[in-house]
C-alpha cells in the first residue's frame, strides 16, 4: 500500500513567555497552533482490498500547549484532521489527542500521568508526520516510564473507524544514588465502528522495574509487564512478559537502549478451551542527535492486539508482533527541512481458528518544508503503505501532497 498527499498548511509559531506568581515558582509556558488546508489524491485511502482511487481535499490542526515550572511540566497535543474524498468516500475525521504531567515531588521521587484518545479510519494515522512525532516533553532519561504493551491503531481493522481512550500513571522512585523503582498501571479501551464493532475490548496493564545506573553513560534493569483484555465478544487473553535493560550514551549526540525478555501468553477462545505460548520479546533502538538533524532506528517484538485485521471476522486476538524502522529529519538551513520514515511490522494472531491471521504492513513517508516569508512556507509530502495478508493483498495505496503554510504568533 501505498500514499502520496498534496496539502496546504497554515502554522501558528512556537512562542515561549515566563509567568511569575506572587508566593508561586517562576512558571514558562510555550504554546503552538498549526493550521493547515491542502489537496491532494491517494490511490486506496482505506487499505480495502475494493479500495479505489481518489483525490481528495483537507484541513488539519496540530497544537500544542506547555506548562513549565520548577517541579512541574505538563503538555497537551491535539492533532485534528478533516479529509473530503471527491469519489466514494466521502468525508473522514481523525485525531490523536494527548496529554502528560510529570512532577517532582521531592529530589528522590517523581511522578508522572498520561491520558490518550486518538480516532483513525484506514490506518491514516500511521501516515501523518504530526501524529507519529516524539511528544514535546520526554522525561529524563533515567525516569523514563516502562514501555506499556499496547495495541497500534495502525493493525486494529482497517475496515471502519477504530477508537482508543488510555490512561496511565506512574512514579519513579531513587532508591539509593545510583539506583531507582518504577511503577505504573493504566487501563484502556478500544472500539469501532462498522463489521469491527463486535470486537471492542478493555485492556489493564501495570509495570514494575528496576534500573542501576553504573555510570553517566550507562545503566541497566530488570522488569516486568503484565496485561489483561477483557474483549466484548467473550474472549479475554493475558500477558506476563519479564525483561532486562540496558541503556548507553555512546558520546554527545548517540545513544542506544534494549532490552530482552519472555511473552508468556495465555488466551481464552470462544466456546471454551485456550491457548498458551512463550515467545521471546525484544526491543532496541539507537539515535544521533544534535541541533540540526535527528536520525533513529529501531525493533521490537511484543504482544498486541487486533480487532480482525482484513479478516471480515471481527474476533479481537492476541498476537505477536515484530517490527522495525527508521525515522530521520534534518533542517537543511533556516528555511528548509525534511523528514523520512519507514517502518515494516509482522503480525500473527496467537489463536487457533478460523479467524487466525498473519500480516504485514509496511508504510515509507516522506516529506519536504520550505520558508518563502517570514511567516509563509510551503512543502509536499510523500508516501507509500503495503498490507500483505495471507490471501488476497489489498491494492498498494499511494498518496501525495503538496501544501502552503502561514505562520501566526510570535517567531522563535
Not at 65 to 70: D, G, I, P, T, V
Not at 386 to 406: C, Q, V
Request: charged content about 15%.
Amino acid at each position: 500500500m501505498t500514499i502520496f498527499r498534496l496539502q496546504v498548511a497554515i502554522r501558528l509559531p512556537l512562542c515561549v513567555a515566563g509567568l511569575t506568581i506572587a508566593g508561586a515558582a517562576h512558571t514558562a509556558t510555550r504554546s503552538s497552533l498549526d493550521l493547515s488546508a491542502g489537496v491532494g489524491i491517494s490511490s486506496n485511502p482505506s487499505l480495502q482490498i475494493g479500495g479505489t482511487s481518489s483525490a481528495f481535499g483537507r484541513i488539519s490542526a496540530l497544537g500544542t500547549h506547555e506548562w513549565r515550572s520548577e517541579r512541574t511540566t505538563t503538555s497537551i497535543s491535539l492533532f485534528g484532521e478533516n479529509t473530503t474524498y471527491l469519489r466514494g468516500y466521502g468525508s473522514k475525521q481523525i485525531f490523536d489527542l494527548r496529554a502528560r504531567s510529570v512532577h517532582q515531588v521531592s529530589p528522590n521521587v517523581s511522578i508522572f500521568g498520561d491520558l490518550g484518545f486518538q480516532g483513525d479510519f484506514g490506518g491514516q494515522l500511521s501516515s501523518r508526520f504530526a501524529s507519529i512525532t516524539p511528544d514535546l516533553n520526554p522525561p529524563p532519561s533515567d525516569q523514563q516510564p516502562p514501555p506499556v504493551i499496547l495495541d497500534d491503531p495502525r493493525f486494529t481493522g482497517f475496515g471502519g473507524r477504530q477508537y482508543r481512550l488510555s490512561g496511565q500513571a506512574g512514579a519513579t522512585i531513587r532508591s539509593s544514588a545510583r539506583s531507582s523503582v518504577s511503577l505504573s498501571a493504566g487501563a484502556q479501551r478500544n472500539f469501532a465502528t462498522g463489521s469491527l464493532s463486535n470486537a471492542n475490548y478493555n485492556s489493564y496493564f501495570g509495570n514494575a522495574s528496576w534500573n542501576m545506573q553504573f555510570n553517566e553513560r550507562t545503566s541497566a534493569g530488570l522488569g516486568v509487564n503484565v496485561q489483561y483484555q477483557d474483549y466484548d465478544n467473550g474472549r479475554s487473553s493475558s500477558v506476563f512478559n519479564p525483561y532486562l535493560t540496558a541503556r548507553h550514551q555512546f558520546s554527545d549526540e548517540i545513544e542506544g537502549t534494549a532490552s530482552a525478555g519472555l511473552l508468556l501468553t495465555h488466551q481464552k477462545q470462544l466456546g471454551g478451551g485456550s491457548v498458551n505460548s512463550v515467545d521471546p520479546s525484544f526491543s532496541f533502538s539507537l539515535c544521533k542527535a544534535n541541533s540540526r538533524e535527528r536520525l533513529c532506528g529501531r525493533a521490537s517484538r511484543e504482544a498486541r492486539n487486533s480487532f480482525g485485521l482484513g479478516t471480515g471476522t471481527s474476533a479481537s486476538s492476541l498476537g505477536i508482533s515484530t517490527s522495525a524502522g527508521i525515522d530521520y529529519s534534518r533542517q537543511i538551513d533556516a528555511n528548509q527541512s525534511v523528514q523520512v520514515a519507514f517502518s515494516a511490522t509482522r503480525y500473527s494472531t496467537k489463536g487457533s481458528g478460523i479467524d487466525d491471521f498473519r500480516s504485514t504492513y509496511l508504510t515509507f513517508l516522506t516529506g519536504y518544508d520550505r520558508k518563502l516569508r517570514q511567516r509563509l512556507s510551503v512543502g509536499v509530502n510523500g508516501g507509500v503503505r503495503k498490507l500483505i495478508l495471507a490471501g488476497t493483498d489489498p491494492k498498494t495505496d499511494f498518496n501525495a501532497s503538496a501544501y502552503l503554510r502561514y505562520r501566526l504568533g510570535d517567531q522563535q
